[in-house]
C-alpha cells in the first residue's frame, strides 16, 4: 500500500470524522446513524484493506464466481 | 421532497447518451465481438427498445408522484421497511456501478497513461473529483455535460472519416452470417449495460412532464444506440472481430491507428482528453444519483451532508474491489448486465403498477389534441416507432434469407443502419414537438390564469 496514499487518506478521514463529531449535535437523528453508518463502515474496510482482505467484498463472489460462471454459459450457448 | 433542481429536456438526453455511451466504449466491444463476431453492431436494437421501458415506467412515476424521485417513491409505496429494503438494494446496485466504473477507469489510466503513478493515488484523485460535484447538483453536472457531450458525439462520428484509410467493408461480411441466436445474445448483454438508465430515477423530482421526459429519454437512448453501433462498425471495419475480440481496451487500440498524413499522429491524444471528461461526468451522475438515494435515508432536503464520508467509503471500498484488471472487464461485461437485468426488472413492474393504481380516478392533463404541434409530435412519434420496428425486421429477415439470397445480409445491414439514423432524427423532431407543445399548454394556462 502506497504511503503517500495512506497519510493522505488518514488525514482526509481524521478531518472529516473531527467536522461530524463537532457538527453531529445540530443533525437529525436520521442522518446521524446514516452518516455514522459510513463512517464505521470506511474505518472497517480501511482496515481491512492493509490485510488485503479483498474476499470479504461482494464484489469478489461477483467477479469471481458470478461473471465467470455467465462467461463460460454464454461461451457454451453461441 | 429535495431542493428544486432544473435540467432541461435537452441537457437530460444528453446526459443520458454520455451515460450509456462512454460506459459501454471501456471494454464492451471485446464482448460483443467474442459472441456474435463480425456482427456485434446489430447489438443496441433491444437494448434500445429496454430503455424505452424504463423511461415508459419513469414517465409514469412522474405523472402519479410528481415532484419526488425514485427513492421517495419506493418508500411511499413500499412503506418504512418494505421500501427501506428495496432501496438499499438499488443504493447497492448504484454502488456497484460507481466501483466498477472507478476501478476500471483507474486501471486504464495506470495501464496506458500513467503506468508509474501508484492504482491508489490515480482513485483517490478521481474520487476527489467526484466529491467536488457532489458539493454541487446535478444542474452543474448537466452543465458541463453539455460542453463535452456533443463534441465527443461528433468526434465519435468523424472517427468513420479518420480512419477510412484503414477501414475495409470486407471485414464486416459476410453480414448476419452468425446465428440469430447470437445476435439475441448480444442485444441482452448490452441490455444490460443500457440498465444504467435506471440511475436516473434518482432526478425524476426535476422533470415536470412526463411525456417530455419520455420523449427525452427514448431520444437519449437513440443517441446512445447509433453511436455505439457506428463506433463498432467502425471497430470491426478497421481491425476485424479476432483482433477486437482479444483486446481488453479495444477502442483505445482503435483511435491508436489513426493516421492522417505523415505529421498528424497520437491523435488518440486528443480523442481521450475529450472521452476522459465525459466519462467522468457518467461517474458523478451515478455519485449523485447514490448520495441521492443515502440522503433519502437521512430524511434531509440536500444531500451534501453525506458527501464527506460517502467519498471516503467509495475510496476505500473501490480499493477492495476488483483487485485483477481482468476481473473489472470481465465484471463489467458480464455480471452486471445481468444484475441489471435481474433487479431492474422486477422493481419496474413494480413501479409501473404502483402508478397506475395511483393514477386511477386521478385526472390528469390531457394533450391539446388540435394543435399543429400535436399533429407534428403524432408524424414524428410514428416514423420513429416505424423506423424502430423496420430495424428489428431488417436483422430478422436478413439473418433468415441471408443463405439463400446473396445479398441479403447486405442490404439488410445497410437498411438497419438507414433506420436507425431515421430513428435518431425523428426521436429529436418528436422531443422537440412535445416541447413546444409542453411551452404552449403553459402559455396557455398562463393567459387564463391572468384574464381570471
Known amino acids: 500500500m ?9 488525514l482526509m478521514l481524521l478531518a472529516s470524522l473531527i467536522q461530524f463529531f463537532m457538527k453531529r449535535k445540530n443533525m437529525p437523528v436520521k442522518q446521524r446513524r446514516v452518516v455514522g453508518f459510513f463512517y464505521l463502515i470506511t474505518i472497517g474496510l480501511f482496515a481491512a484493506l492493509q490485510f488485503q482482505l479483498n474476499v470479504i467484498m461482494p464484489t469478489n463472489y461477483l467477479a469471481d464466481v458470478f461473471s465467470v460462471g455467465l462467461q463460460q454459459w454464454l461461451e457454451k450457448i453461441r | 421532497m429535495i431542493h428544486k433542481q432544473v435540467i432541461n429536456h435537452r441537457q437530460i438526453a444528453w446526459l443520458i447518451g454520455s451515460v450509456l455511451i462512454t460506459g459501454a466504449l471501456i471494454s464492451q466491444p471485446q464482448t460483443l465481438a467474442k459472441i456474435a463476431k463480425n456482427d456485434a453492431w446489430f447489438a443496441y436494437i433491444i437494448p434500445t427498445f429496454y430503455a424505452m421501458l424504463v423511461a415508459l415506467v419513469f414517465a409514469r412515476l412522474t405523472r402519479a408522484y410528481p415532484g419526488k424521485n425514485l427513492f421517495e417513491i419506493i418508500f411511499l409505496v ?25 476501478k476500471g477507469v483507474s486501471f486504464y489510466l495506470h495501464l496506458t497513461l500513467l503506468p508509474r503513478t501508484p492504482l491508489e493515488i490515480i482513485l483517490l484523485v478521481f474520487v476527489l473529483v467526484l466529491m467536488y460535484y457532489g458539493r454541487t447538483s446535478t444542474e452543474v453536472a448537466a452543465r458541463v455535460n453539455e460542453m463535452y457531450f456533443p463534441v465527443f458525439f461528433l468526434i465519435a462520428t468523424l472517427l468513420y472519416f479518420t480512419l477510412s484509410n484503414e477501414y475495409a467493408v470486407e471485414r464486416l461480411e459476410p453480414v448476419l452470417e452468425s446465428k440469430i441466436a447470437a445476435v439475441g445474445l448480444i442485444n441482452l448483454v448490452a441490455s444490460g449495460m443500457f440498465g444504467d438508465i ?24 437513440i443517441i446512445a444506440g ?51 471528461p465525459a466519462f467522468t461526468i457518467k461517474v458523478v451522475i451515478t455519485y449523485i444519483a447514490f448520495l441521492v438515494g443515502v440522503g433519502s435515508f437521512a430524511g434531509q432536503h440536500h444531500y ?10 467509495v475510496v476505500v471500498s473501490s480499493l477492495l474491489s476488483f483487485p485483477k484488471t481482468d476481473d473489472v472487464l470481465r465484471f463489467i461485461s458480464y455480471g452486471m448486465p445481468a444484475i441489471s437485468l435481474i433487479l431492474q426488472l422486477p422493481l419496474l413492474a413494480f413501479l409501473f403498477a404502483a402508478a397506475r393504481l395511483r393514477e386511477r380516478g386521478s385526472g390528469h392533463d390531457p394533450l391539446p389534441v388540435h394543435t399543429r404541434e400535436y399533429k407534428r409530435f403524432r408524424t414524428w412519434s410514428w416514423i420513429n416507432k416505424l423506423a424502430l420496428l423496420v430495424c428489428v425486421v431488417s436483422i430478422v ?43 404552449k399548454q403553459t402559455q396557455g394556462k398562463e393567459t387564463a390564469a391572468a384574464e381570471q
Open chain 2, 198 to 221: 435506471f440511475l436516473f430515477g434518482a432526478f425524476l423530482h426535476a422533470i415536470s412532464h412526463s411525456r417530455l421526459l419520455y420523449s427525452t429519454m427514448k431520444h437519449g437512448a
Open chain 1, 2 to 10: 502506497n504511503r503517500v496514499f495512506l497519510v493522505l487518506y488518514g
Open chain 2, 78 to 102: 413500499g412503506g418504512r421497511w418494505i421500501g427501506g429494503i428495496v432501496n438499499a438494494i438499488v443504493l447497492f446496485y448504484l454502488w456497484l456501478l460507481i466501483v466498477a466504473d472507478i
Open chain 2, 397 to 439: 429477415g436478413g439473418a433468415l434469407l441471408e443463405e439463400r439470397i446473396r445479398f441479403a445480409g447486405l442490404v439488410s445491414g445497410a437498411t438497419y443502419f438507414f433506420c436507425y439514423l431515421v430513428a435518431l432524427v425523428s426521436s429529436y423532431l418528436e422531443m422537440q414537438a412535445i416541447n413546444h407543445l409542453k411551452h
Open chain 2, 304 to 313: 451534501a451532508a453525506c458527501n464527506g464520508p460517502c467519498g471516503l467509503f
Open chain 2, 226 to 276: 447509433f453511436s455505439l453501433t457506428l463506433v463498432m462498425v467502425i471497430q470491426l471495419g478497421v481491425m476485424g472481430y479476432l483482433i477486437t475480440s482479444r483486446l481488453s481496451f479495444p477502442l483505445h487500440t482503435l483511435v491508436q491507428q489513426i493516421h492522417i498524413t505523415d505529421f498528424l499522429d497520437r491523435v488518440e491524444v486528443i480523442l481521450f482528453s475529450i472521452w476522459f
